[in-house]
């Protein structure tokens, strides 16, 4: 541990961002098993539900991009992931 002032300062809150952080990506993962989940037992009556899981998991990555959580790149990906497994239940 460091005696200096700044550097306990820069521990403090790396430790602070890092929890932060933590939780952005574990809802993220939360909300994307939910969607899935509701993929799996989707018909015409639960659609509406699985729609309403997208938009909540794409806000949610969305939000993790502007507060520099995820890569650009990274949620883009995760959000074509999503979309390909909607698409992918109804072939």
């Given at each position: 541990m460091s005696k200096h002032l700044s550097a306990m300062k820069k521990t403090q809150i790396s430790f602070r961002n890092r929890a932060k952080n933590?939780?952005?990506k574990a809802s993220i993962k939360t909300l994307t098993k939910k969607y899935i989940i509701s993929?799996?037992?989707?018909?015409?009556?639960?659609?509406?539900?699985?729609?309403?899981?997208?938009?909540?998991?794409?806000?949610?990555?969305?939000?993790?991009?502007?507060?520099?959580?995820?890569?650009?790149?990274?949620?883009?990906?995760?959000k074509s992931i999503l979309a390909r497994a909607l698409k992918n239940t109804f072939q």
């Open positions: 933590r939780s952005y993929l799996n037992s989707l018909d015409n009556s639960n659609y509406d539900n699985a729609m309403c899981n997208l938009a909540f998991v794409y806000s949610k990555i969305d939000k993790a991009v502007k507060k520099g959580v995820l890569p650009k790149n990274t949620a883009a990906r995760k």
